[in-house]
């Protein structure tokens, strides 16, 4: 009998994990690298780049003459781009049961920085991925999730919120849970930590830093918030002291991985902006296979009939009172445009536009991939593949598990989103090494940068497609979120009425939020005047 | 100097630096922190090497004798050096001790070997060239070892191989060192058969690497595997001693035959007794056939659907004699559909309605397990049981691990379900916890009565189930969700503090 007592009093409860246990499936767990032969294969890795736009993004750049347009179709607005943005503004046309207009999206897959993929594993993003879950002012966004049924009387479905495990960080060799740092920091840095919280809960409190940001720069700016405006989030750490090496880093880390940006090259005010905005009543974010896919691929079926695609638009040209737009082999004729494209674009695009205008424009560069892996590579230490998993000190920002949503229990395979902005240097020249170097070169850097993390990747992985962006999200440098050309750019122009800007360029801040707001913000924009109605429902930008 | 000596020294050289990484690694892998593993195995190494010099100094006689000796316990030592950590850290708690005898002895040994060697040469060559060739071979030797080890040894080799390796290279410069030095020998015979000896059992030792972990790992259950066998989604082993089976799956132990039909009765029949109309049921994990038996006995129940992601659980219990002898053969019952399915998934794109179902996974170790105990799940469960049905849930255990069994109950209530939760004692588990629960504004009492031939549970036993003692009483607790799963994170925590 008494053998059968190991743990006299608890005898084994069932199904628990008692140390030895645990310590054998460390064994388990380890046994393979350890003992026996590793096996060595180098397996071979398909892939290569996809979606690339720089082709067209050139010819227009060099405005390369297109054939002269053979059809002729008239609406009351054109929309132009079909990212977020053109489809948000759509979304609201037709809301308003207005339906005289047509939305010109030069892709084959309208989406633009929320498109996403597909393979026999699973959907996967190629870029947008998340929404954190919006609160009570964000009345937009609760607006369209009750629509397409993620916001059900108040609650969040819960297979959208993303689930647990979250985030992880590799920090000094190991795994810890959540990306700010908490392995190795001293009392120094736990102190740093603190402040900084406790700054930015002020700024929280001033109201000033919202989603959408315009509503919260439409009160007044106390001198001191505005302020921030004018010196990089890196400087104004250092003013304020705050010097951990971990709570810089994390700073950086979120410079990077919301705006692209190093924290030098960021705005504080925009910096301060990633904490200070968010106030979670639900924990989050919300996230689906496809990333914000999913919120474009529902836009695009309920918009179908009015979206145009591989219509490149190459010219905009006004006449009177009415817009030519050039598109394909069609030539639209329209009273209104909303020109939702990126707006770096409008110059090469708009007669009459303004340099100065676009002057202050700053893009980040980025890459995307999406690694296919057959089998998912061993986890030491017991430790879950969570949602996002980021490593520390990297150049990269880690990767997204696409199939992280999933309600299995037990997954073979996977898709995983790696996702890198190139902030080390200026945009000009990443945008240059970036167009340089071939797939080998970032499959290479991106399997390397992975090994660090997971030793048997390449074992795993039997596709790498990666997509490589010049231009894939506006920065919010110094000074430009307080800038008048940004101002200006949410304004009508003389010489170009009836023309509204819509790109989430226009807030400074890249996220669904923005581009939602703008795009919106441009149709109401657009029906007040083309009704003629005097209520403008518009909010004053 | 002859090349060949020198070979030999390179050789111990490379030998007494490849046992001193191998301990380094091996610590970091199993303990982690290799920063201190490291500094602290080469600390105690080079201090033992020390302690080793020093003692030279008592070695006066039949020096070539004792060399060949030395190296030959080296060998031993450091050959099976890595088998022995492994084999320690599975069976016992004293790993360190080992790990630092086993680091201080290879380093004393290793510390005699060069004074020794250079003693013996002294007398051949001019002192000064001694000391040149035999350090300046010794460091040529660490260089070597120190680029082997990460590149090629363990990469191709793994560290119980590479040790053995290196312990059949000292053995066999033992041997070669019988031949060089015969001059200095009186009767080199037994030396030489000591050497064989070593040799042999060092690739013994080689061709039984592979066995280590396996013994490693059966060591971890207390008494004989008759059946062990990794399958897709998990590991699954039988142990047996007399006349006690034991189901362990992934070292958590689901059943011991001599009590399971406790823990099977209470998950069953408080539910099923009390729904005489009750036509349909459902089994969600449970491959082992044994909730089924109990469910075989109402002969009103007209179909069973048991969903199991396992094949060869189901499988086996099918098939193997002893374990079908557990189960009476429930898994070939014609009332049964043994479906292979993950359940979740399953749930979602099936139609099937049920009036009871049995939720009987195993605990949620990790968040995987973790989805299902969550709203999401109970909700969707929900949507498959008739207006009078019920669910039941093993929801771990109530005593030791009191947040997580009320954080489930509250999970069930989240769903928008009514809980009756309810306890039993089994005593290779301990005090275990299960809820019953139904729509809203259905009702529930026990049932009046039971099938025959049960062995542990009475009509008037079954209203006590749902007493909870003070230690059990229901604390406050939060709702499991897929996006907030707080039950893996208190179970965690529930189970390290008791086995601790
Ligand atoms: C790598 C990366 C990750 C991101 N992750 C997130 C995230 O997780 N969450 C989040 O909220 N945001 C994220 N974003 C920000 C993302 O940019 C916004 O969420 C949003 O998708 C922007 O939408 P938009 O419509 O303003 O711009 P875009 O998506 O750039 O849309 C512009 C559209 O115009 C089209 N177009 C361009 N030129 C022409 C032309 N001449 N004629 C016709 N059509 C044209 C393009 O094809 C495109 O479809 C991420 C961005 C990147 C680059």
């Given at each position: 009998m008494a053998r059968h007592?190991?743990?006299?009093?608890?005898?084994?409860?069932?199904r628990s994990k008692p140390t030895q246990l645990s310590r054998r499936e460390f064994l388990a767990a380890t046994s393979a690298a350890l003992i026996g032969?590793?096996?060595k294969t180098d397996k071979p890795i398909a892939g290569e780049f996809v979606n690339e736009s720089f082709q067209l993004g050139h010819m227009l750049r060099d405005r390369t003459p297109f054939p002269a347009p053979t059809k002729k179709e008239k609406f009351a607005i054109v929309i132009v781009g079909g990212g977020m943005a053109g489809l948000s503004a759509a979304w609201q046309l037709e809301r308003r049961s207005f339906r005289d207009f047509v939305l010109l999206e030069m892709d084959k897959q309208p989406g633009g920085n929320s498109r996403w993929g597909e393979n026999d594993i699973t959907a996967y993003p190629w870029a947008a991925h998340y929404v954190p879950v919006p609160n009570a002012k964000a009345t937009l966004v609760r607006e369209l999730f009750e629509e397409f049924g993620a916001l059900k009387n108040g609650k969040w479905e819960e297979r959208y919120l993303c689930f647990t495990p979250q985030e992880r960080l590799f920090i000094h060799g190991r795994w810890q849970d959540g990306i700010e740092p908490a392995v190795g920091l001293t009392d120094r840095d736990r102190e740093q930590f603190k402040r900084f919280d406790d700054l930015m809960q002020r700024f929280r409190a001033s109201n000033n830093f919202t989603i959408p940001t315009q509503l919260g720069m439409d009160i007044t700016q106390k001198p001191d918030i505005a302020a921030l405006d004018r010196v990089s989030i890196a400087e104004w750490l250092q003013q304020q002291k705050l010097d951990s090496p971990y709570l810089r880093w994390y700073v950086d880390y979120a410079c990077r991985d919301d705006y692209g940006a190093p924290a030098s090259a960021t705005s504080a005010w925009a910096g301060a902006h990633y904490y200070a905005s968010r106030e979670h009543e639900e924990k989050g974010p919300l996230t689906w296979p496809e990333g914000n896919g999913w919120i474009a691929r529902r836009l695009i079926k309920k918009l179908d009939s009015y979206i145009r695609r591989n219509a490149l638009v190459h010219r905009i040209t006004k006449d009177k009172n009415r817009y030519r737009i050039l598109a394909g082999d069609t030539e639209f004729t329209a009273d209104s445009v909303i020109f939702a494209a990126p707006t770096f674009l409008a110059p090469y695009l708009i007669e009459g536009m303004p340099p100065a205008l676009t002057k202050d424009l700053v893009y980040s560069p980025w890459l995307t991939a999406n690694l296919t892996l057959d089998r998912l590579p061993r986890e030491i230490g017991g430790t879950e593949t969570a949602w996002d998993n980021v490593i520390y000190n990297s150049p990269s920002l880690g990767y997204i598990v696409a199939n992280h949503q999933s309600i299995r229990q037990h997954e073979d395979r996977s898709v995983w989103t790696y996702y890198w902005a190139l902030a080390e240097r200026s945009p000009l020249e990443s945008r240059r090494f970036l167009l340089e170097k071939d797939w080998n070169y970032w499959k290479e850097a991106i399997l390397t940068d992975l090994a660090r993390i997971h030793p048997d990747i390449r074992d795993c992985v039997s596709r790498l497609d990666i997509m490589r962006m010049g231009h894939a999200m506006i920065r919010p440098s110094v000074g430009f979120m307080f800038s008048d050309s940004r101002r200006a750019l949410t304004r009508p122009h003389a010489g170009l009425e009836r023309l509204f800007f819509a790109n989430s360029d226009l807030s400074g801040i890249s996220i669904f939020e923005e581009a939602q707001y703008r795009g919106v913000t441009a149709a109401q924009q657009a029906l007040a005047i083309i009704s003629g109605s005097q209520e403008s429902t518009a909010p004053t930008a | 100097m002859p090349a060949l000596l020198f070979i030999s020294i390179l050789l111990i050289a490379a030998c007494g630096l490849i046992y001193e990484l191998i301990a380094g690694a091996l610590a970091s892998y199993l303990l982690g922190d290799s920063i201190t593993q490291f500094s602290t195995i080469i600390g105690s190494y080079l201090f033992a090497m020390g302690i080793g010099s020093w003692l030279s100094r008592y070695i006066s006689r039949g020096l070539v004798t004792q060399f060949i000796w030395i190296e030959l316990m080296v060998a031993i030592f450091g050959g099976f050096s890595s088998s022995i950590l492994f084999l320690t850290f599975a069976y016992t708690q004293g790993f360190r001790i080992i790990l630092y005898f086993i680091v201080i002895a290879i380093g004393m040994l290793v510390g005699l070997e060069i004074p020794l060697l250079m003693r013996i040469l002294k007398d051949r060559f001019e002192f000064r060239d001694v000391v040149a060739h035999v350090l300046t071979f010794d460091y040529l030797g660490a260089l070597g070892a120190s680029l082997l080890f990460p590149i090629v040894l363990v990469p191709q080799l793994g560290l119980v191989r590479s040790a053995v390796l290196f312990g059949i290279v000292n053995a066999a410069v033992a041997l070669w060192g019988t031949f060089l030095f015969k001059d200095q020998l009186r009767s080199p015979q037994p030396l030489r058969v000591a050497c064989l000896l070593v040799l042999t059992l060092l690739c013994g030792g080689m061709a039984g690497a592979k066995h280590v972990i396996a013994a490693a790992d059966d060591s971890l259950y207390a008494d004989e595997v008759i059946f062990a066998k990794d399958t897709r989604y998990q590991r699954i082993v039988l142990t047996r001693w007399r006349d006690d089976t034991r189901l362990f799956l992934n070292s958590h132990l689901q059943f011991s035959s001599r009590d399971e039909y406790r823990y099977h009765e209470a998950l069953v029949h408080p539910g099923l007794a009390a729904n005489s109309s009750a036509r349909r049921v459902l089994v969600l994990g449970g491959g082992d056939g044994l909730a089924v038996r109990e469910i075989l006995k109402y002969p009103n129940i007209e179909s069973i659907t048991l969903v199991d992601l396992d094949r060869q659980m189901t499988d086996m219990f099918r098939s193997n004699d002893v374990l079908t002898k557990l189960n009476g053969g429930s898994l070939a019952s014609p009332k049964l559909h043994v479906i292979t399915a993950d359940a979740f998934p399953w749930l979602e794109q099936s139609t099937d309605m049920f009036d009871f179902a049995i939720v009987d996974f195993p605990d949620p170790t990790n968040y995987s397990l973790g989805k299902l105990y969550t709203t999401a799940f109970y909700r969707l469960l929900a949507k498959h049981i008739s207006a009078n049905g019920m669910i039941v849930v093993q929801s771990t255990s109530p005593m030791f691990a009191r947040q997580s069994y009320w954080t489930i109950v509250e999970t069930l209530k989240q769903a928008g379900l009514q809980t009756f939760p309810y306890h039993t004692y089994v005593p290779s588990f301990g005090e275990w916890g299960f809820v019953l629960a139904n729509a809203k504004g259905a009702t529930y009492s026990p049932p009046r009565q039971l099938p025959k031939d049960l062995r542990f549970l009475t009509v008037s036993a079954i209203p006590e189930l749902f007493e909870f003692p003070a230690d059990m009483q229901p604390v406050a607790a939060e709702a499991n969700r897929l996006n907030d799963q707080n039950l893996v994170r208190h179970y965690d925590r529930e189970w390290r503090d008791i086995s601790h």
């Amino acid at each position: 009998m008494a053998r059968h007592q190991p743990l006299a009093i608890f005898a084994m409860p069932k199904r628990s994990k008692p140390t030895q246990l645990s310590r054998r499936e460390f064994l388990a767990a380890t046994s393979a690298a350890l003992i026996g032969l590793g096996m060595k294969t180098d397996k071979p890795i398909a892939g290569e780049f996809v979606n690339e736009s720089f082709q067209l993004g050139h010819m227009l750049r060099d405005r390369t003459p297109f054939p002269a347009p053979t059809k002729k179709e008239k609406f009351a607005i054109v929309i132009v781009g079909g990212g977020m943005a053109g489809l948000s503004a759509a979304w609201q046309l037709e809301r308003r049961s207005f339906r005289d207009f047509v939305l010109l999206e030069m892709d084959k897959q309208p989406g633009g920085n929320s498109r996403w993929g597909e393979n026999d594993i699973t959907a996967y993003p190629w870029a947008a991925h998340y929404v954190p879950v919006p609160n009570a002012k964000a009345t937009l966004v609760r607006e369209l999730f009750e629509e397409f049924g993620a916001l059900k009387n108040g609650k969040w479905e819960e297979r959208y919120l993303c689930f647990t495990p979250q985030e992880r960080l590799f920090i000094h060799g190991r795994w810890q849970d959540g990306i700010e740092p908490a392995v190795g920091l001293t009392d120094r840095d736990r102190e740093q930590f603190k402040r900084f919280d406790d700054l930015m809960q002020r700024f929280r409190a001033s109201n000033n830093f919202t989603i959408p940001t315009q509503l919260g720069m439409d009160i007044t700016q106390k001198p001191d918030i505005a302020a921030l405006d004018r010196v990089s989030i890196a400087e104004w750490l250092q003013q304020q002291k705050l010097d951990s090496p971990y709570l810089r880093w994390y700073v950086d880390y979120a410079c990077r991985d919301d705006y692209g940006a190093p924290a030098s090259a960021t705005s504080a005010w925009a910096g301060a902006h990633y904490y200070a905005s968010r106030e979670h009543e639900e924990k989050g974010p919300l996230t689906w296979p496809e990333g914000n896919g999913w919120i474009a691929r529902r836009l695009i079926k309920k918009l179908d009939s009015y979206i145009r695609r591989n219509a490149l638009v190459h010219r905009i040209t006004k006449d009177k009172n009415r817009y030519r737009i050039l598109a394909g082999d069609t030539e639209f004729t329209a009273d209104s445009v909303i020109f939702a494209a990126p707006t770096f674009l409008a110059p090469y695009l708009i007669e009459g536009m303004p340099p100065a205008l676009t002057k202050d424009l700053v893009y980040s560069p980025w890459l995307t991939a999406n690694l296919t892996l057959d089998r998912l590579p061993r986890e030491i230490g017991g430790t879950e593949t969570a949602w996002d998993n980021v490593i520390y000190n990297s150049p990269s920002l880690g990767y997204i598990v696409a199939n992280h949503q999933s309600i299995r229990q037990h997954e073979d395979r996977s898709v995983w989103t790696y996702y890198w902005a190139l902030a080390e240097r200026s945009p000009l020249e990443s945008r240059r090494f970036l167009l340089e170097k071939d797939w080998n070169y970032w499959k290479e850097a991106i399997l390397t940068d992975l090994a660090r993390i997971h030793p048997d990747i390449r074992d795993c992985v039997s596709r790498l497609d990666i997509m490589r962006m010049g231009h894939a999200m506006i920065r919010p440098s110094v000074g430009f979120m307080f800038s008048d050309s940004r101002r200006a750019l949410t304004r009508p122009h003389a010489g170009l009425e009836r023309l509204f800007f819509a790109n989430s360029d226009l807030s400074g801040i890249s996220i669904f939020e923005e581009a939602q707001y703008r795009g919106v913000t441009a149709a109401q924009q657009a029906l007040a005047i083309i009704s003629g109605s005097q209520e403008s429902t518009a909010p004053t930008a | 100097m002859p090349a060949l000596l020198f070979i030999s020294i390179l050789l111990i050289a490379a030998c007494g630096l490849i046992y001193e990484l191998i301990a380094g690694a091996l610590a970091s892998y199993l303990l982690g922190d290799s920063i201190t593993q490291f500094s602290t195995i080469i600390g105690s190494y080079l201090f033992a090497m020390g302690i080793g010099s020093w003692l030279s100094r008592y070695i006066s006689r039949g020096l070539v004798t004792q060399f060949i000796w030395i190296e030959l316990m080296v060998a031993i030592f450091g050959g099976f050096s890595s088998s022995i950590l492994f084999l320690t850290f599975a069976y016992t708690q004293g790993f360190r001790i080992i790990l630092y005898f086993i680091v201080i002895a290879i380093g004393m040994l290793v510390g005699l070997e060069i004074p020794l060697l250079m003693r013996i040469l002294k007398d051949r060559f001019e002192f000064r060239d001694v000391v040149a060739h035999v350090l300046t071979f010794d460091y040529l030797g660490a260089l070597g070892a120190s680029l082997l080890f990460p590149i090629v040894l363990v990469p191709q080799l793994g560290l119980v191989r590479s040790a053995v390796l290196f312990g059949i290279v000292n053995a066999a410069v033992a041997l070669w060192g019988t031949f060089l030095f015969k001059d200095q020998l009186r009767s080199p015979q037994p030396l030489r058969v000591a050497c064989l000896l070593v040799l042999t059992l060092l690739c013994g030792g080689m061709a039984g690497a592979k066995h280590v972990i396996a013994a490693a790992d059966d060591s971890l259950y207390a008494d004989e595997v008759i059946f062990a066998k990794d399958t897709r989604y998990q590991r699954i082993v039988l142990t047996r001693w007399r006349d006690d089976t034991r189901l362990f799956l992934n070292s958590h132990l689901q059943f011991s035959s001599r009590d399971e039909y406790r823990y099977h009765e209470a998950l069953v029949h408080p539910g099923l007794a009390a729904n005489s109309s009750a036509r349909r049921v459902l089994v969600l994990g449970g491959g082992d056939g044994l909730a089924v038996r109990e469910i075989l006995k109402y002969p009103n129940i007209e179909s069973i659907t048991l969903v199991d992601l396992d094949r060869q659980m189901t499988d086996m219990f099918r098939s193997n004699d002893v374990l079908t002898k557990l189960n009476g053969g429930s898994l070939a019952s014609p009332k049964l559909h043994v479906i292979t399915a993950d359940a979740f998934p399953w749930l979602e794109q099936s139609t099937d309605m049920f009036d009871f179902a049995i939720v009987d996974f195993p605990d949620p170790t990790n968040y995987s397990l973790g989805k299902l105990y969550t709203t999401a799940f109970y909700r969707l469960l929900a949507k498959h049981i008739s207006a009078n049905g019920m669910i039941v849930v093993q929801s771990t255990s109530p005593m030791f691990a009191r947040q997580s069994y009320w954080t489930i109950v509250e999970t069930l209530k989240q769903a928008g379900l009514q809980t009756f939760p309810y306890h039993t004692y089994v005593p290779s588990f301990g005090e275990w916890g299960f809820v019953l629960a139904n729509a809203k504004g259905a009702t529930y009492s026990p049932p009046r009565q039971l099938p025959k031939d049960l062995r542990f549970l009475t009509v008037s036993a079954i209203p006590e189930l749902f007493e909870f003692p003070a230690d059990m009483q229901p604390v406050a607790a939060e709702a499991n969700r897929l996006n907030d799963q707080n039950l893996v994170r208190h179970y965690d925590r529930e189970w390290r503090d008791i086995s601790h």
